[in-house]
């Protein structure tokens, strides 16, 4: 039996990586000829990483799932602990990023290849973050955790609601950052062209 949590964190990883993949498009790419929407949409996409798997997925794997199976699955302890120190840097890293971005805007091209190395890293981290949730940790949670942990799980997991991950509209209040990325940015994420 799947339980509504994995599938709403799978769902959500995918999300990312496809929020990911599109950003690093973009970085590489480079503003073809709109150079304000250019750094408008990585701004947005930014700021996406930073409201949503930041502050709502990583939250609630750090405060309720790794500690239940870290209680039921001792074996998995090392894993959820690098995890959790990469949920500990993520907010930093994403801050980092945006400063980057901004003196590359700001200061020009002797600035890109300072945030281009620094998304690159990023999203390396952030890749093999999910995959060692999803290969090591994920499956130990299936395993060993209970009825009840479950239940508990999928009730706070449901409250998420990500718009990317195609379930979903968004939250009024995200309309316009939503409707910036996917109208602006190139696929796999969006619908736009190259700025």
């Given amino acids: 039996m799947t339980h509504e949590s994995l599938r709403i964190i799978r769902e959500e990883h995918a999300a990312l990586a496809a929020m990911l993949r599109s950003l690093m498009l973009m970085v590489q790419r480079g503003p073809k000829r709109d150079t304000e929407t250019f750094f408008s949409v990585l701004r947005a996409m930014l700021f996406y990483v930073d409201e949503f798997p930041e502050r709502l997925h990583h939250t609630k794997e750090t405060d309720l799932l790794f500690p239940?199976?870290?209680a039921?699955?001792?074996?998995?302890?090392?894993?959820?602990?690098?995890?959790?120190?990469d949920h500990a840097r993520g907010e930093s890293a994403i801050r980092e990023l945006q400063h980057l971005l901004t003196a590359w805007e700001l200061l020009g091209d002797t600035r890109r290849g300072a945030f281009e190395g620094a998304c690159e890293r990023y999203i390396k981290f952030y890749m093999e973050h999910m995959r060692l949730e999803e290969n090591v940790v994920l499956p130990a949670a299936e395993r060993d955790l209970s009825e009840t942990d479950w239940n508990e799980l999928d009730r706070a997991f449901?409250?998420?609601r990500d718009p990317l991950t195609g379930k979903y509209p968004p939250d009024p209040a995200y309309e316009r950052l939503f409707a910036q990325i996917l109208l602006k940015a190139p696929a796999p994420i969006g619908v736009g062209e190259d700025a």
């Avoid at 039921?72 to 120190?85: F, G, K, N, Q």
């Fill in 158 to 160: 449901a409250e998420n």
């Fill in 68 to 70: 239940k199976i870290v």
């Fill in 72 to 85: 039921a699955s001792a074996e998995v302890r090392d894993a959820i602990e690098r995890l959790d120190r």
